[in-house]
Nanobody, 114 residues
Framework: QVRLTESGGGLVQAGGSLKLSCVASRSVSELNGVAWHRQAPGKMRELVAELRNSGRINYADSVKGRFTISRDGENTVALQMNNLRPEDTAIYYC?????????WGRGTQVTVSS
């Protein structure tokens, strides 16, 4: 099992920044990949950014140039979010993949005021 704990969400004004952290119960290097997803009320969950253990990184078009996913320690993946927009308001979830399963954190709320 892999436990994932997200933190760093909060309320910010449009144009502001937040840094989210996902702390895993095992080394990120032991995971096939870690991704950040988000889900707004009434909308489907969408991929925001993904870091594969190959080093490949994928971003949603809507966040390219504003968000950065990175390894931040042995057990942590961060999502730096700059120039936030009201459309970024959502619960942000960390997702980790292992060979025979995948895991989700409980999420952290990001609210961007207009």
């Amino acid at each position: 099992q892999v436990r994932l704990t997200e933190s760093g969400g909060g309320l910010v004004q449009a144009g502001g920044s937040l840094k989210l952290s996902c702390v895993a119960s095992r080394s990120v290097s032991e995971l096939n990949g870690v991704a950040w997803h988000r889900q707004a009320p009434g909308k489907m969950r969408e991929l925001v950014a993904e870091l594969r253990n190959s080093g490949r990184i994928n971003y949603a078009d809507s966040v390219k140039g504003r968000f950065t996913i990175s390894r931040d320690g042995e057990n942590t993946v961060a999502l730096q979010m700059n120039n936030l927009r009201p459309e970024d308001t959502a619960i942000y979830y960390c997702n980790a993949q292992v060979p025979r399963d995948d895991y989700w954190g409980r999420g952290t709320q990001v609210t961007v005021s207009s």
